[in-house]
Nanobody, 127 residues
Framework: QVQLVESGGGLVQAGGSLRLSCAAS????????MGWFRQPPGKEREFVAV????????DYADSVKGRFTISRNNVRNTVYLQMNTLNAEDTAVYYC????????????????????WGQGTQVTVSS
């Protein structure tokens, strides 16, 4: 079992940047495909980005493509989400998640494919 803890959220002005981190403990992060999801206020949870075990493969939601970058450091057991050019629609609680599944692109946009979740970190973008 792996435990995930997100950090790096906060309040930022529109157009600004934040970098979220997700630190894993309990098992090596390299065992998992890692994803980021978010839940805007009053809405359902949605996929943001996913990265393969070795970092060679990534996939992004259309709404963040070109603005967000997912990366990982398996030595540090940490996954990152660099978020640039933020806008009010990016306001949400952001969650990282770990999956034991194979990295198969679009299938990992579904939250049900993930086995472990962090507690979330709030990102608020003021316009």
């Amino acid at each position: 079992q792996v435990q995930l803890v997100e950090s790096g959220g906060g309040l930022v002005q529109a157009g600004g940047s934040l970098r979220l981190s997700c630190a894993a403990s309990g098992r090596a992060l390299s065992n998992y495909v890692m994803g980021w999801f978010r839940q805007p206020p009053g809405k359902e949870r949605e996929f943001v980005a996913v990265i393969s075990r070795n970092g060679a493969g990534t996939d992004y939601a259309d709404s963040v493509k070109g603005r967000f970058t997912i990366s990982r450091n398996n030595v540090r057991n940490t996954v990152y989400l660099q978020m640039n050019t933020l806008n009010a629609e990016d306001t949400a609680v952001y969650y990282c998640a770990a999956s034991r599944a194979s990295f198969d692109g679009s299938q990992l946009r579904r939250g049900s494919r993930y086995d472990y979740w962090g507690q979330g970190t709030q990102v608020t973008v003021s316009s």
